[in-house]
């Protein structure tokens, strides 16, 4: 296994383009070291991206947020704008692992892992984050809600590396919420997640994204569960509609971690629980 | 001390919280545990492990591996002695694997190498061909009549005709009428039980260093509860003699009853000897999982019979416990312990030990008894339940006293029981009114104890301070209560005793640390031979006055004349006699080697509020009390965590815990990540009430206490969940997906 440590995006795309064999980036390896650790999967080359200049930085950009690409999950949780913005996608990324792992687990790891029941992925595609793209034809900017094609699978090319997040501009009357259903308080990997993001016009919601992990091969962008709920005061009738809208767009397995029934039931309950949070804080930060 | 404190009065050190000896070492990492030591040239060692749950070894192929530089040798079964039978035969057959593949992870093969990773991928490329055979894991279908047969002719002859060769083992015991007695019943429920496999979840993985020398001489350093059981097994498995192999206990990361078992040691003694280099072998906590022993799993049916004050008339059970590819599930302790907490007329009981495709179980504080008091305190709720009665009272009027004749044949001595009921009673928690959405649970436990055989040596030193050497290793904080009894004993400061875990070579046989023994077994070995050292001190005395040995006593530290006609002399600090001893006679050494057959049993009572979401299935435990009789507790802090423990691993057990098979045979859950044990946040500061009736087996009065903690557990959180979720839970674990399908069933049929 070969080591790298680039100090520019340039350079990683480069030896990742022309690597032999497989290919890792190392951002804050709590997946990847732990899968070489465990005899999972051992890369051929391993890209270090830490020591690029900018991957730390959290900025806001155009209204909305820049998120480096090794930016840490407890180095989101400690910026308070962006957790007073975007509280939802701050919880999620903050749900994942213990403190040390906080310590070093980014969002574009999160993503990239391509796990179906990564806890700040259904977050990202509810608020709709993107993603910029380098690699040996360029830049590309792309929804993150295209990158997840299958468990442990990308969109990404060969060589393609994510130099950092986009969350976007929050506007007014606007918050989002993520809830995940696991058999433990921590430590543990969402058996079903949910995340709500809701923009309010008076009482009445005006946008809605509403998107579940763990519940098929990868996150899902559920716009029927999201159009249930536009246009509704989120009275019970809605709620309902939601719910079934959720558990209607499931495709889950039945595995160790739980059954059919169970994931197809538990996301109609998260969904109703993260919409009424997200809800409840627009109108609270009126 | 206060007056009121009359009860300890007579103790000075004992009944205290000092610190632990080995508290240091601990929190600042020096403590060398299994994998902390190393060796001059070292190798380090692999398991090939089948990946199947039944298959025939036809061919080990070992030309890849030994063809790499940094390979130096590979052990089969043929590296192992032959000739051997019974249980030692099984041990072998389960530390390296004979002609099949008994279970997912069974081991088959072993090699050394120059380094763990040398090691890791030298075990890919051994070759194994197998013939896959069809496989059985769960135990009631193990039992049915077209199930894979694990071991042809593996039963003995406890076994009635007609039943499957998997059975290997019947139990049958009990007393009086239980036809009559369910005739007296104004109530009488009868219900099925099922709990699955729980591991020990010990946080340390099995590791250990060895040398074994051309001439049958070795050297084993390992994380064991036992190394003299260690040493005597590992004697059989390389043919050698036991005398030939000293093995010393490292510190040791958690055991619970699974490190009472032995796994790997002798398969790095077996590379040890074909390499001629000392072979390190650590196992991976995958390999933990599905190659060392959990518990067993069970299916049970229990048939109760009530008055309609609460009386319980007839309790009757059938336990089917499946331990794995080997005998030995223990269902004649789940049989046993069942009903021991009730005094009945009319008591019977079944134990079947059936064998599976799956590891080989190992004990499990209080071995079978969770999973029994699961069932009947499950079946004594409804029963109250349904009669509109307090369970307390209930257990109360039916508890076993001094004197009843156990569910399991004898006659209890003194034992505690009544008094953690009335504790428990009496406690803030049961009188605490349930707040809405929740429930609360209550189950008694009971386990037997255990002495065995115990050999230890305190040694005094010229500057008055003494050494005591045990060889129970330290599972729970016993040297310090070891030093609590012997400073009691001496009458110097606990500060100024050492107490050792020493190797096979220093003191005569151990047996392992379990049964709740070590502070029972060995403190009463530690007190005597602190009286032995005494009696040998005032000998000292009595010499110097010129008086009789018997005109001596022993009193806080000092030799003392025992009255004015003994004469008139100026008592003797034990620092003053052991400064000459070397010119007095000699070194002085206090011994004790027995077999203390009084260790008392011991009860519990548990108090659990649960809260059950019944949307998701979720369940919290909110609040927890632990009461148990201790007998006499020498350190009450280590006494409070074997009760927390016992709580806590119970709330695993009955919730997430579970070992989970795929139509495969192979175990899918084999990491922390899915083997859910619970995290600190799962559970609620674990309130404990010590009670104290003292054994009349043990000078001090202690009972062990660090296996009935774990007995109620699995039956109070049952009842408590049932309670709030509204529909009883019978099979454990009560995961969200199982506690949302009762309702499911309950609401739809
Ligand atoms: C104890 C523990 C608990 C955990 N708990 C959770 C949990 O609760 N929820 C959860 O969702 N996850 C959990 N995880 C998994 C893991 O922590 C997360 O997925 C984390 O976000 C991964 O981020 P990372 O920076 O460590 O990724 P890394 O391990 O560094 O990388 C992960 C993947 O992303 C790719 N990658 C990294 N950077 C880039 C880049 N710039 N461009 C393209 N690809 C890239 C890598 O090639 C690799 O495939 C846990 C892990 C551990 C060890």
Redesign the pocket.
Known sequence: MQYHSPASFEDAVGIAASADGT????????????QLRADVFTPDVLID?KNIEGVKDIVCEDGGWRIG??VS?AEMSENAELARQWPGLVEAMD????TQ?QG????????????P????VPAMFAADVSANITGPNGERRVAVSEIPVGPGKTS?EKG????ALHIPQRGDNAADAYLRFIPRTE????VVGCAVNLRLDGDTISEARVSLGAVAPKVLLVDEAAQAIIGTSLDENALNALAAAASAACNPINDKRGTIKFRTHVAGVLARRAAKIAYDRVRASK | MALDDKKNGEFKVVGTRPNRPDGVDKVTGRARFGADVSAPGMLHAAIVRSPHAHAKILKIDTSRAMASKDVKAVVTRADFAEGLEGDDLNVLENVMAGEKALYDGHAVAAVAATSPLAARDAAKLIDVTYEILPHVTDVDKAMAKDAPVIREGAADKSVPPGLHPNVVRYHESGHGDVEEGFAQADLVIEDSFVTEAAHQGYIEPHACLAQLDADGKGEVWCCTQGHFNVQKICAKLVGTDASQIRVTASEIGGGFGGKTAVFIEPVALALSRKTNRPVKLVMSRAEVFRATGPTASTSMDIKIGMTSDGKITAGQGTFRLQGGAFPGAPMEFTAMCAFAPYNLENVFQVGYDVMSNRPKQAAYRAPGSPMAAFAVESVIDELCSQLGLDPIEVRLMNASKEGTKASYGPRFDRIGLVETLEAAKAHPHYSAPLAEGLGRGVSCGFWFNHGGETAVTLALSEDGTAALSVGTPDIGGSRASMCQMVAEELGIPYEKIRTTVADTATLGYNEVSHGSRVTYASGLAAINASRDAVEKLCGRAAAKWGIDPEAVYWDSGYAKPSGPNAGDFEPLALADITKNMGATGGPIVGHFEATPEGAGVSFATHIVDARVDKETGKTSVERYTVVQDAGKAIHPTYVEGQYQGGAAQGIGWALNEEYIYGEDGRLQNANFLDYRIPVASDLPMIDTVIVEVPNPGHPYGVRGVGETSICPPLAAIANAVSGAAGVRLKQLPMSPPRILEALDVQANG
């Open positions: 290919t890792r980036f190392l951002a804050g390896g709590t997946d990847v070291l732990v991206v690409a090794a999950g749900l994942i692992g213990s792992v070093r687990a980014t969002l574009v790891g999160n993503l990239c892992n391509g796990s029941a990564a806890d700040s990404l393609e590396v994510i130099t430590m543990d990997i969402a």
